[in-house]
């Protein structure tokens, strides 16, 4: 066995940094937890430059998310405008009475087919 000091604190050890390949005793090591499940000596050093990686792509996604957020919301604010406009509400209200119109007028095209059906069974 090759033991040589740790390179943060000087004392012997046996172990090396899987990242940076420096002799690093296990006091200086991550400990292995529920949320970083290694099975390899790492030292503290090599894990805050992950910390920093993560934190900066945490930071990343969640400017992403609130530059969409800010996005919708604009979107939303201009779609609410333009819904309410004065224009909008005499197009849509004409739209509907149209529709209206067309389902009344379906409706007595099926009521007249209806009756003549009836009608033609009765032998009238």
Request: charged share 40%; with cysteine.
């Amino acid at each position: 066995m090759n033991i040589v000091p740790c390179h943060t604190c000087e004392s012997e050890t046996d172990l090396t940094c899987r990242d940076c390949e420096e002799p690093v005793c296990e006091d200086c090591c991550v400990v292995p937890t529920i949320h970083n499940q290694i099975e390899y000596a790492l030292c503290k050093s090599c894990d805050m430059g992950y910390e920093v990686e993560r934190s900066i792509e945490a930071d990343r996604e969640w400017n992403l998310s609130e530059q969409k957020r800010i996005k919708r919301e604009a979107a939303n604010a201009k779609r609410k405008a333009t819904y309410w406009k004065p224009e909008n509400i005499e197009k849509r209200r004409t739209e509907k009475a149209k529709r209206n119109a067309e389902r009344v007028e379906r409706n007595k095209e099926l009521l007249a087919e209806t009756f003549r059906i009836v009608n033609s069974m009765m032998g009238r």
